[in-house]
Structures are given as C-alpha cells and as structure tokens.
C-alpha cells in the first residue's frame, strides 16, 4: 500500500472512530476564579450571605470578605482573636463573628465593617448559623459540650444547651429545628431551637466522625460529611439513615444547592465531592479536583458557584502516630478563595 493509501485510510478511520465514541462528559464544576487573600493561612469556615454578595473568610484573628459580584476583597472584620465562623442576622445585616481565645462573638456593621456590639459566652465557638424560626444566633461552643444561643436583638446569650460531648457544624431548618454535628458521639442532635431542648439524637450508622452538616428543607433530608470518606442522609423527622454515599477523605464542610438539588463535601483531600438529591434517592455523582487543604466551603444560593478555600503547600510531615493527621506547613500569604461554577 503507499503511503497516499495508508494516509487516506488512517483518515477514514479515525473520522469513524471519532463518530462513533460517546462525547466525554463535561465536568460537573470549572474553576473560574482566583481570589488572592494574603495574612494568615490558619483558615477555617466559608460563609456566603446571598443577600449582601458577600463571602465571609475565617482566618486567623480576622474575616476577610469578598464580594461575589466583583471577586474582589473589599474589607476586613477585624478583631476576631481565634476566629472560626460568622452568622449574619438578616433584620439589621449585621455580621458576627466568634472571637474564640477571648469567648466572645462581635457584631460588625455591614457598611464599615466596624464592630458594634460584644457579647461574652461561655465556651470558645466553632460552627455559627441564625435560625430565622427564633430569630436567634446558635453557636457550637468547640470547647465544651453544647451550643449557644445568643439574641442578636438584645445582644445577649442564653444559658448553654449541653449534648454531653464535643460539637462542630450546626444548621437550621427555619421551621424551629437545629442540627447539631457530635463528631466524637458518632450522632446527630436535634435542638428545638425556641424552647433550647434537645428533642432527640441519631446515630449516624454509615459513617464516623460526622462534621459537615446540610439540609435538604423541601425533602427534610440531612446531609452530614464524615471523616471515614461517607456521607450519611437521615431523615429529619425520625433520624433513620435513608443513604450512605461515598466523598473524599478529610472533609470540614458540607453544603447544599436547593436550585440543583445538590449536597456537597468539600475535603482536604483536594476534592468536592457533589451528591444529586433531585430523584427518590440521593445518588453519588463523583468528584471535582480541588486543590489539597480546600476542605470548607459554601455555595452561592443563586448563581450555584461553590467557593473553597486553601494555601500554596510548602511542606507535610507525616503523622506522629498511624491514623494520625500530618503536620503541613503553607507558604506564608498564599491564602486564596477559590470558585467554582457548575457546567452547562
């Protein structure tokens, strides 16, 4: 055959080939910014207030905040010593933040970003969310064993509601429920969130360490990520585990799309896991690459971008002990918020 031949059928097969295999499937989300935020890289929570554009970055004795519509950072909470999370009071704006070495959250303005108001409470804070049923602030208190309540109205705190073991994300259904995470329990806890009880406790029977939690308000599902690579689904009205769906390893949050229908994991582990909740049964839809250490996130509720957060990696040392977490050192100022927007 020459060459002109096998050029032309070399041709002819690849055209087949090329008609005949399935399209590759787009990925489910794209990086499409990169938001430098410099200072610490001692970050923890992420959190977005759709109404003010606004996305909220816990870093080390402060919050930077960045707006969603530029990405762009356009301030600073300043003050928060050990800060680990914000809440945002919807009937003034005003955004608290936890100021865990000094027990103590501050109310910022959302025009200055200037504090107005201090309220001590009883044990460092870790998860914040408002629940608009009591129109009350909860606050895990990551040094002992409940939740606080704090009224952003009157700017004072409510006796400590105690779980009898450690605490990490909460989050609210806005019918008069609280979701609490109790890694160490392996459980769940549901607070009423006007009388401050306990109204019941789940083990959580497909996994270990929950600590990322997400709600499915319209279905009544609970999404909580665990530290063992799955994510349990409970119902919320009698806490039976409805779904046990495999994420990445090393998760901190949990989030969900109620456009998409969609609960995330975001895990150190360099991934977003995504879970489908828009059939009978949620389902597994995979992994997105990351970056490592991008392991707390929120999601933007209109436009359905997924923001994350981690440092340039400058070294990791093993962990002292087997099953253990590795000491990593981050390059200083390399902080970035990353977005991620889901494919067409």
């Known amino acids: 055959m020459t060459n002109r031949f096998r050029r032309a059928a070399l041709g002819a097969l690849l055209l087949t080939a090329a008609a005949t295999a399935p399209a590759m499937a787009a990925p489910l989300y794209q990086l499409v910014h990169t938001v430098n935020l410099g200072g610490s890289t001692a970050w923890d929570y992420v959190n977005l207030d759709g109404k003010q554009q606004l996305v909220f970055i816990s870093h080390g004795t402060e919050e930077t905040v960045v707006s969603t519509a530029s990405n762009k950072v356009v301030g600073t909470l300043k003050g928060l010593d050990g800060s680990h999370n914000v809440a945002v009071d919807p009937a003034t704006g005003y955004i608290w933040g936890d100021a865990r070495k000094t027990n103590e959250v501050i109310a910022f303005s959302p025009k200055t970003f200037k504090p107005v108001a201090h309220v001590a409470i009883p044990g460092g804070a870790d998860g914040m ?34 779980v009898g073991t450690g605490v990490e994300s909460l989050v609210a259904d806005g019918k008069g429920n609280l979701f609490v995470a109790l890694p160490k329990a392996n459980e769940i806890a549901r607070i009423d969130t006007k009388t401050r009880q306990v ?54 949050s949990a989030a969900f799309d109620g456009k998409l229908h969609r609960a995330f994991s975001s895990n150190r582990d360099g991934t977003l ?24 996130m929120a999601v933007d509720p209109k436009t359905g971008d997924v923001y994350t957060v981690t440092a340039q990696i400058a070294s990791t040392t093993p962990p002292a002990t087997p099953g253990g977490k590795p000491k990593v050192t981050y390059v200083p100022g390399s902080l970035e918020l990353l977005v991620y927007a889901p494919s067409a």
């Not at 896991?273 to 707390?296: C, E, F, K, Q, Y």
């Open 199 to 252: 109204t019941a406790t789940w083990p959580t029977t497909g996994c270990t360490s929950p600590t990322g939690m997400a709600l499915d308000k319209k279905k009544g599902l609970v999404f909580t990520s665990c530290h063992s690579g799955t994510m349990d689904v409970l119902n919320a009205d009698t806490g039976a585990v409805v779904a046990t769906l495999p994420i990445g390893m090393g998760t901190d």
């Open 129 to 162: 969310t408002y629940d608009k049923a009591s129109k009350t602030i909860f606050i895990a208190a990551g040094s002992t064993q409940g939740v606080i309540a704090v009224d952003p109205a009157t700017q004072t705190a409510y006796p400590e509601i105690s």
């Open 273 to 296: 896991s995504v879970i489908d909740d828009s059939g009978a049964t949620p389902v597994a839809l995979g992994n997105v690459p990351t970056m490592p250490g991008a392991r707390t």
